[in-house]
Structure formats: C-alpha cells, structure tokens
C-alpha cells in the first residue's frame, strides 16, 4: 500500500530554517511527480511545490525563492529546504503523490515559526 511519512517539522524562530523529509513506499517512487502541501489553523490546504520525475520544479509564489524542493530516488525520500521562515508559514506540512486520479497524502508534520 502507499504510504507518505513526513519528518523533520517543529518550533523554528522567524528567519529561521527547517527540512521536511518525506519517506515513500507502496509505489515505484522514482516515475511520479511528488508534491509538498500545507494546511495553516482555519485555512484551506495549499499547494507549496512540486519536484516531476526529471526533477523539474514548481513552487507558489509565496513560497519562491525561500523554499526548495528536492528529491533522492535512491532513498525514495522528497525533501523541503525552508529558509527565513515566517509565522505566516505556521502550518501542517503534507506530502502527496497523485497516482491515476487518486490522490495520497502523508499524516503530516507540524511546523510552527514563533519567537
């Protein structure tokens, strides 16, 4: 079965950093394009970016040039690297991966930005 589990969230202050690591398993990791989502208390869950299987990119506008999306097909593990965070980007961090029309979603990891 498919299975997302996300790591490395926690309590960071403003300008700080955090990787988020996202473990997959239950499908051939290496051919599907892998994405990092957030849901923020009371808000919809947002897109953050994605990395395709060539490793191209994509990323909100919010979210450009401060965060980075990458993958190790090695270790079937899709990273986020987050710069100079801000308290706006308190939320929960999700990992998904779309296979045919249904989508897959990791439990999640909580990252709070607060001095």
């Known amino acids: 079965q498919v299975q997302l589990v996300e790591s490395g969230g926690g309590l960071v202050q403003p300008g700080g950093s955090l990787r988020l690591s996202c473990v997959a398993s239950?499908?051939?990791?290496?051919?599907?394009?892998m994405g990092w989502y957030r849901q923020a208390p009371g808000k919809q869950r947002e897109v953050v970016a994605s990395?395709?299987?060539?490793?191209?990119?994509n990323y909100a506008d919010s979210m450009k040039g401060r965060f980075t999306i990458s993958r190790d097909n090695a270790k079937n593990t899709v990273y986020l690297q987050m710069n100079s965070l801000k308290p706006e980007d308190t939320a929960v961090y999700y990992c998904?991966?779309?296979?045919?029309?249904?989508?897959?979603w990791g439990k999640g990891t909580l990252v709070t930005v607060s001095s």
């Open positions: 998904n991966v779309k296979l045919g029309s249904i989508d897959y």
């Open positions: 239950g499908f051939i990791f290496s051919i599907n394009t």
């Open positions: 990395i395709s299987s060539a490793g191209r990119t």
